[in-house]
């Protein structure tokens, strides 16, 4: 029998990218869930739901992510982000395995050299913290849960900041973009292969080594370089890109100021191979398959 992998938040950026990636793993049978199908915030439902149908693998792609606005919604985040990790790690049996995605925001980012997963987090914003909590609420209940923290993620789906800087671009002919905030962006597909991957050897060896890991692309860059790369591989060429310092663009919920994170963990553990950030967001940007974001 095949073995189920249910994908929570399902219409979300990471969500679409695995799902995208199911045909080409028939090996497993996917389990596609969304908020109407399940909210997780639901403990009851989710409690029968597991019971009902319990999973092999559950990759939790659920999240509130809107990050300004979780200063003033709080208790929306909290439940979404924490609570529901909780009902997560209740509802499913001893053998269900869950791979949970989480966030650089864990950090305060005043550290200057990249990441690790046992550097010590110190969230900034309301988003990180309840991330924080239910990385925190997951390890507590099911220590034997595999946590995954990305950063800067893109995608074609979904809203992300590369389809905002190709619109603005497009819109205007100059752009301020902050230069002194450090990380790494991450292309939801290659975070989606990386998962799949996880999941494939842990059948390969049955073992499924549980912890914290950190994900993003390879190398590092600033947003005012981000932006910059956007533009010239949409072949945006009527837009000027200005660097300005982030105390020039304040936000509701502070940023990391450096947040690269640090993958060797999840590279030689799982023998991943990660291709850098601008390869990867050229494969997004000169694809044919993703001209819609261009448009
Ligand atoms: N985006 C980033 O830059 C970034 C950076 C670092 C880490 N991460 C983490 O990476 C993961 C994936 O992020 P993403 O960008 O793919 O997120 P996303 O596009 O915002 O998708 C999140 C999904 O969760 C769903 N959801 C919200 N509340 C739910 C509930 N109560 N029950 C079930 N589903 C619910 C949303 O559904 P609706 O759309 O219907 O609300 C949405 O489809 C998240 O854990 C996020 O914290 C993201």
New binding site residues.
Partial sequence: MKKKILI?????????ELQKLAPAHSQFEFLP????T?????KTKTLSFFRNNPPDYII???????VDKAEDEIENCY???CD?VRNIAEATPAQTRII??????VFDGTGKTPLKESDHPNPQSV?GKS?LAGEQVLMQIKPESIII???????S?????VKTMIRLGKERSELNVVCDQHGTP?Y?ADLAQAVLNIIRRSEEKNAFPAGIYHYSNEGATTWFDFTKKILQLARITTCTVHPISASQYPTKAPRPEYSVLDKTKIKETFGIVIPDWEWSLGILLLSGHHSSIKN
């Fill in positions: 929570t938040g399902t219409n979300g950026q990471l969500g679409s869930v969304d908020i109407n399940l909210n997780l915030c639901d939790n792609c659920a999240a509130y992510t809107a439940k979404v982000n529901a949970h995605i989480s966030t650089d925001y988003y991330k923290r990305t950063a800067w993620l893109y995608s789906f979904g809203n992300n900041f991450t939801a």
